[in-house]
Structures are given as structure tokens and as C-alpha cells.
């Protein structure tokens, strides 16, 4: 039972590149989502999504998609990425909406 | 205004001795939920307790407890008998209402146990 699973774990882009991090959780559980962590700013969430099928933005979803892939995986992409994106992104997941959410282990992205 | 106010940027706490790490939240919202995560320096992001807002007991988990003060507004972290591996940032956060995804985090306070 590995819980919310990440990759990769570090990741350097330059401007302008576009790539997508990967989130598995094997829990079963229904609710998944994407946080950013900045220095000094806690975590703020970028999307989630409640159950298979749906996803909806959060407080800083600007130059951001995601996908629901299925009910284990769910993956956050930049198209374009920027200095301005540089953060630690932390996927979660949770039973239901209301539930204790579990994080992944995080991956390290830097914007050159 | 802040949803979630964490005052102590950082402690030292000397091992063996409990310690109390400040978390008071704004809301008006009658149902809520609070949590308490560790991130080491490893990174990872830990649950370490939960307690609801119509909950009377404080909630505990082994050497933590969550003093909750639902008048004043405060949900505190007591860690007690800390050793060196609490060294660590520690995370209050909240959702408010039911049905709500959004969990609204502090900034953090960056604990440090003295061997």
C-alpha cells in the first residue's frame, strides 16, 4: 500500500516549456487534488477533483489543466511554464470531499 | 483577513518537554473542520490530527492533542514528551462548510527539539 504517489520528484524547465506531473493514489479513495507550496505561504490548492469525471479550479488554477484519468490517477500539467511556477506541487487525496486528505510526497519544480 | 493564523514562525523546545504550537482561524461558518499536519525536512506532508467543529471532546492521537477552543476561536497542537524527530514544520489548516474541497492552511511553525 503505497498511499498518494508522485512524479517525478524533481523537475527543472526553462520558460515557455510544458510538462505534466503524475498523481496515483491506491486507496480507493474517491476526492483527488493539487497543491502548491510557496515559502511562507502554506499550501494553496490549484484543482481537485471530488470523483471520476469531474475537476474543478481552486484558489490559483491560472496556467494550469488537469486530468481525472481514472479514480487512482490524476495529473496537473503546464502548457507554458513560468519563473512564477516554480513551487513544491503536492497531490492529495481523500475518501470524499469531507474527508482527511493524504499527501503524496511532493515534486520540486523550478522555472528557469 | 487570514483564515488560518499561525504566530510562531519557529520554537525551540528543550526534548522531553510538551509543547504548544498556536493555530487560531476565522470563520462563520457553524460546521468546520480542522487539521494539524507535520512536514519534516524530508518534505512529505503528515496528518497528524482532526477535529470537527461539533465535536466536544478534544481530539487526540497518541502524544498529540488539539486544544480547541471553539469560543475563542483556537485549535491548538500539544505535543507532549517531544522528542527529536518532531523537529519539523507544522501545519494548521481548515474546511469550512460540508461538502467543501478547499482546505485553507497556515503559514506554518517551524519547531526545533534541543537533544
Known amino acids: 500500500n503505497a498511499g498518494v504517489t508522485q512524479t517525478p520528484k524533481f523537475q527543472v524547465l526553462k520558460t515557455g516549456q510544458s510538462m505534466t506531473l503524475q498523481c496515483a493514489q491506491d486507496?480507493?479513495?474517491?476526492?483527488m487534488y493539487w497543491y502548491r507550496q510557496d515559502p511562507g505561504m502554506g499550501l494553496r490548492l490549484i484543482y481537485y477533483s471530488a470523483s471520476e469525471g469531474t475537476t474543478d479550479k481552486g484558489e490559483v488554477p491560472n496556467g494550469y489543466n488537469v486530468s481525472r484519468l481514472n479514480k487512482r490517477e490524476f495529473s496537473l500539467r503546464l502548457e507554458s511554464a513560468a519563473p512564477s511556477q516554480t513551487s513544491v506541487y503536492f497531490c492529495?487525496?481523500?475518501?470524499?470531499?469531507?474527508?482527511?486528505?493524504?499527501f503524496g510526497p511532493g515534486t520540486r519544480l523550478t522555472v528557469l | 483577513a487570514q483564515k488560518i493564523t499561525q504566530t510562531q514562525p519557529g520554537m525551540f523546545v528543550q526534548e522531553k518537554e510538551a509543547v504548544t504550537l498556536d493555530c487560531t482561524y476565522d470563520?462563520?461558518?457553524?460546521?468546520?473542520?480542522l487539521f494539524w499536519y507535520k512536514q519534516p525536512s524530508s518534505g512529505e506532508m503528515i496528518f497528524l490530527i482532526y477535529q470537527g467543529s461539533y465535536d466536544e471532546q478534544n481530539a487526540t492521537e497518541g502524544r498529540y492533542s488539539l486544544n480547541f477552543q471553539k469560543a475563542r476561536k483556537s485549535a491548538n497542537l500539544v505535543i507532549s514528551a517531544s522528542q527529536p524527530g518532531d523537529s519539523a514544520m507544522y501545519f494548521c489548516?481548515?474546511?469550512?462548510?460540508?461538502?467543501?474541497?478547499?482546505?485553507?492552511f497556515g503559514t506554518g511553525t517551524r519547531l526545533t527539539i534541543i537533544p
Open positions: 486507496m480507493n479513495h474517491n476526492s
Open positions: 492529495a487525496s481523500s475518501g470524499h470531499l469531507t474527508d482527511t486528505q493524504y
Open positions: 489548516a481548515m474546511r469550512e462548510g460540508f461538502g467543501n474541497e478547499k482546505l485553507t
Open positions: 470563520t462563520s461558518d457553524q460546521s468546520y473542520g
